[in-house]
């Protein structure tokens, strides 16, 4: 599986983002998906993860209420709606492919990652 991440990009505080994540096969239905994050200098975190139906999501406690998650598996694509962005989201976000159908937050539950896009906040 092939991931592809965009969406990202420059934003003022309080602005919005939407990020999509593409996978390359359709079989990326059965597998749960999420995205991640790593700020300069910090290690990768978890933000928001998405089961293989789109019925349960998940999310960090920083970006609860905040980020949505949602998949089109008709398109093979999963996105991250980032709202009221603060400027310690600033960040590579990441995508990734889980090799569960479930909720997954650890990084060692994921086997396929995107190659991450920009997200900037300026304050």
């Known amino acids: 599986v092939q991931l592809q991440a965009s969406g990202g990009g420059l934003v003022q505080a309080g602005g919005s983002l939407r990020l999509s994540c593409a996978a390359s096969r359709r079989t990326f239905s059965n597998n749960g998906m999420g995205w991640f994050r790593q700020a300069p200098g910090k290690e990768r975190e978890f933000v928001a993860a998405?089961?293989?139906?789109?019925?349960?999501?998940y999310f960090a406690n920083s970006v609860k209420g905040r980020f949505t998650i949602s998949r089109e598996n008709a398109k093979n694509t999963v996105y991250l709606q980032m709202n009221n962005l603060k400027p310690e989201d600033t960040a590579v976000y990441y995508c990734?492919?889980?090799?569960?159908?479930?909720?997954?937050?650890?990084?060692?539950?994921?086997?396929?990652w995107g190659q991450g896009t920009l997200v900037t906040v300026s304050s």
């Open positions: 998405i089961n293989w139906s789109g019925g349960s999501t």
């Open positions: 990734a492919a889980a090799r569960i159908a479930g909720i997954a937050t650890m990084p060692g539950t994921y086997n396929y």
